[in-house]
Each structure stands twice: as C-alpha cells, then as structure tokens.
C-alpha cells in the first residue's frame, strides 16, 4: 500500500493541515501518557491534555467555540480493522509520527457496507495538528516505524466516543451506533466484530506491517 503525506495535494479530500497552533505543553503532556506495547487504548478526555494553553485555541479557533474534550490514542496497530465517522471533524495531534487510514463517506453502499481497497494511508509527521473531515472515514492510526508505536491527542466535540444512546433504530444507519456520535463499521476478522459491531468492510483487512 502506498503510503502518501497529509502534505500531500490527496489529503484534501480527507481534510487538512491545521497551522498556528501552540501546542509544545499539550505535546509534552502526550509524551509522558501511557503507550501499550502489545495493542491500543482509547481515552476520550485527559486532564493533563485539557490543562494545556492549546485546550483554549482548540475550542475558539477550530471549534469556533464549541465545547471540546482533548483526549488521546496510544499504542501499536498496523491494521484497518474497522472505519469509523462522526457528525463533525475530529483534530489528531501525534507526537510521534503516525499513519492515518482513511476512507469517504461516500464510498459507503446504501447497505452500509465498504471496499477496504478504498482506503488510502497518509503518514502525519510528529507534531503536525490535522483535521479528518466528518465525511472522513478513519479508525486507530498505525505505526509509522517498525514496533514504534505512537501517542495521538485527540480532539472532538465533548461528549463524543462516551456512552451511546438507547435508541430504536429507524433506519439502516442506526445499528451502526456503537458510542454517542461515533458510527462504526468493523471488519468481520476485527475484534469489535465479535463484540457484536455491525460488520461491513469487504475485502482484505488491511494491514501496513510491510510498508513500513
């Protein structure tokens, strides 16, 4: 799989680059955040991230005032496994470089269900703050190195990737809620499958162990 840059002139149909951010302390606090070696852990909201000056910039300047939760995803991963979206952008900010898989919105048949050969990676250096559109399929990032693993902040409206609604579902979106605003589609050889997600990727569960 060819790995491209969120630099890149193909990144903009998945979202962009965010510059002008100060984000050193919200960098420094990521680093010292637990890693897994041996999978990955998901943490929507962390104190030590949303004491950062960089809490106030995200929430004014990208969120033009909406409130927010700063929250992080460590450890290693080089596979797909599931896509996920939500009703807005989400903002990834890795301290180490990471890879993103992402897919559209778009792509996605009226019974839910998706080509993994759709999915495109792109490679976000250290550092670097991108937004991934709404209409921006993505999961967990990958390593970009060898066993290197990665620490991402992860920003979103507050609330989301917390527990969902009970809801009746009403249409064929609905049994992909699996947390308040997060929709998800899993790979039948993912995990979340036999956690009983609603499962629609077709095609080979992609994994980048040999790229990188």
Excluded at 2 to 30: C, M, N, P, W
Excluded at 63 to 92: A, W
Aim: glycine share 8%; hydrophobic share 40%; with cysteine.
């Amino acid at each position: 799989m060819k790995i491209e840059s969120v630099f890149d002139a193909s990144f903009r149909q998945y979202g962009k680059v965010v510059e002008g951010l100060h984000l050193d302390e919200l960098l420094t606090a990521l680093s010292k955040t637990e890693k897994p070696a041996d999978g990955v852990i998901y943490v929507p909201g962390d104190d030590s991230l949303e004491n950062t000056p960089a809490k106030k910039e995200l929430e004014d300047n990208v969120y033009g005032g909406m409130p927010i939760q700063i929250g992080f995803c460590n450890g290693t991963n080089t596979k797909l496994n599931c896509v996920e979206y939500h009703r807005d952008s989400e903002i990834n900010i890795p301290c180490e470089d990471m890879i993103l898989l992402l897919g559209k919105q778009t792509d996605i048949t009226p019974d839910y269900h998706l080509d993994t050969a759709t999915i495109r990676a792109f490679l976000v250096p250290a550092g670097t703050a991108v937004e991934v559109y709404a209409t921006t399929l993505h999961y967990a990032p990958c390593n970009a190195k060898k066993d290197a693993g990665f620490r991402v902040a992860v920003v979103l409206p507050k609330g989301t990737n917390t527990d969902k609604p009970e809801i009746a579902a009403l249409n064929a979106e609905d049994p992909l809620l699996r947390a308040r605003n997060k929709w998800l589609i899993a790979h039948a050889d993912a995990s979340e499958a036999a956690d009983g997600a609603f499962v629609g990727l077709d095609g080979v569960n992609i994994d980048i162990a040999n790229e990188i």
